[in-house]
């Protein structure tokens, strides 16, 4: 059975960091990208980060290059997304994903992350 299971969320004020993990099982994690979406009240969930752990490659929005960091550690099956300089606009739920295949769609619970101005 495929696991997500996010953990690093909190309260910070604007300008501080947080570090997300995401920690997986269930599936071969060396074979796949495993990404992170937010969702903030009101607003669609959109990509933020995601990170080939094949290859190592990266992605991020705009919003987030130059503060956010994604990276894994396939010993531990876990990614990790560096957030820096965070604002009030980071402000939301935050999802690990993971995309198998068209059918095969899988999400953590989410982690809320809460940016004070």
């Known amino acids: 059975e495929v696991q997500l299971v996010e953990s690093g969320g909190g309260l910070v004020q604007a300008g501080g960091s947080l570090r997300l993990s995401c920690t997986a099982s269930g599936f071969t994690f060396d074979d796949y990208a495993i990404g992170w979406f937010r969702q903030a009240p009101g607003k669609e969930r959109e990509g933020v980060s995601c990170?080939?752990?094949?290859?190592?490659?990266?992605y991020y929005v705009d919003s987030v290059k130059g503060r956010f960091t994604i990276s894994s550690d396939n010993a531990k099956n876990t990614v990790y997304l560096q957030m820096n300089s965070l604002k009030p606009e980071d402000t939301a739920v935050y999802y690990c994903n993971l995309i198998m295949t068209i059918s095969r769609v899988y999400w953590g619970q989410g982690t809320q992350v809460t940016v004070s101005s």
């Open positions: 990170i080939s752990s094949t290859d190592g490659s990266t």
